[in-house]
């Protein structure tokens, strides 16, 4: 080691993952997930080192004359000796620069502040799916025809209907007592009956203790689907690879977000990734929109797993990529099997891990009440008048009814006797 010159290493400043301040001594003070990383290997070699910082703040692309962008090119160029900001290990950088041997796995998931609950008129009536009051409806009408055949001429088929849908209502089921002579029939009915009302009961005490909430979107599928309808946007790391393998993936709906993300230049910078991503971002036509952001889980899991956040973002399951995450070397570095060495044995001791979960509790404790504040679109609420609204549009409109056929009895009454 003494053999080599001191170690140039760039990387990207970027909270939580590399912070650079300057220091009185003219070597910066670094602090993050990775500076405590290279720290800790640059202690156990005793080699001295400078950080350096690509000029377009990008991890690296390769360029159509093979030359690369950002911390790539620098090693590239010999600019550099090492690179270390959560690099991923691709097989086209494994053409121009050297890996050491991963210290993480990821893939690239999406995040987004899940959405307020939604005001809907008649949302208590749909409880149930379209498939389940359909087989209700069904049953009521069938089990209707089946003991209007059992009673003949004992009952009309309205009052059979109003019996047996009082009885769902929990109302005294009242028949002729020919009905008795059936038992099997009669009480297939009451249990389905309270089944049903019990089922429909708890769903709806659930609605009156919180509003429902919109529909999530869980795969890369659905937010598609959802960006084509103009209601999500999907914001990537500008200089990353994202972009470039969502375009050149056989997914059709993977290739249409990546074409959107460029089209509609939705890009944030490495430094806005590990502060606080899911910030609202302004829309020029005012149009509310759930912003989603590509990443690493592991970015999400220290920003959002912490503290309240974890109820109110959603981290998917489903990623579009995956691969692993390592050190990278300009080609024909000496220190590269020291470095390995040393990595290893912090990878076995876990210490990676407390970096990562120290950083997340970090984050947590210095943000502001405002900016806490701030994440709650989805904050827990009590129901309000307009969450029912539906309810008492639908009491209204029978009283109403109600009313009108009053005035019309009284007005036939004086209309017959008086004529």
Known sequence: MKDCKKWIIATLNRSRIFEIYPNSDGK??????EAKLVKTIMSKIGVDYEIVIPKDGQYGLKLNDGNWTGIMGMLH???????????GMYEDR????????????EGMHFSYLKSAYQEDLFGFLRLFDFSTFMSFLGSLFLTA????????KQETFSSIMLYLFGSFLRQTLILHKQINEWKIIFMSWLVFAFVMSSAYSGALLSFLTLPSKGKTVETYQELAEAVAKDSYRVYSLR?????LFFQRSPAQHLQYLGDMIEKNDWYITPDDMTHNPLKKKDSPDNKTRVDAI???????????EV???????????????AGSVGIAFRKGFCGYSEVNKILTRILEAGMYEKFLKDESMKYWLSLSPEEKKEMQTSEDRSLSVRDLAGAFVLLLAGLLVSLL???LEITAYYLKFCS
């Open 28 to 33: 910066p003070r670094i602090d993050g997930i």
């Open 77 to 87: 160029k010999g600019e550099a000796d090492i690179g270390v900001s959560n690099i």
């Open 94 to 105: 494994y053409k121009s620069v050297d890996f050491s041997l991963p210290y993480m796995w």
């Open 145 to 152: 025809i089946v003991i209007l055949i059992i009673l003949k």
């Open 239 to 243: 200089g990353s690879q994202f972009v």
């Open 294 to 304: 590509l990443g690493g889980r592991y970015i999400f899991k220290m920003l959002y």
């Open 307 to 321: 503290g309240d956040f974890k109820s109110k973002v959603f981290i998917s399951e489903e990623r579009s990529m």
């Open 405 to 407: 056929v009053f005035f």
